[in-house]
């Protein structure tokens, strides 16, 4: 199995229980597709570099998770597809 990390920005508009609710789905995600959570690091709500989608603060997110690849693909699609993301990357970790 091969580590990775997501990290993601979630709109700054939602409230802690959504966030923890966006989370858990994210999580349980990984576990669906074969992989398993390492860590969940919760940064808070960020001020962003730039603007992105209207948006110039997001709560910050890092997801470490091992699994095979399918498993990051079907994340990065998941987190594509959700329209309390503003962005997401998911990096392979040696």
Do not use: C, W
Request: no cysteine.
């Amino acid at each position: 199995m091969r580590s990775y990390e997501a990290a993601y920005y979630l709109l700054p508009s939602l409230d802690d229980g959504t966030v923890q609710s966006l989370n858990e789905k994210f999580s349980s995600q990984i576990g669906q597709s074969g992989g398993e959570i390492v860590k969940l690091n919760v940064h808070g709500k960020k001020r962003l570099a730039y603007t992105i989608k209207g948006q110039e603060e997001g709560y910050f997110m890092i997801l470490e998770f091992k699994g095979p690849p399918d498993t990051a693909k079907e994340l990065s699609r998941v987190l594509r597809i959700s329209d309390e993301v503003i962005r997401s990357m998911i990096v392979s970790v040696n």
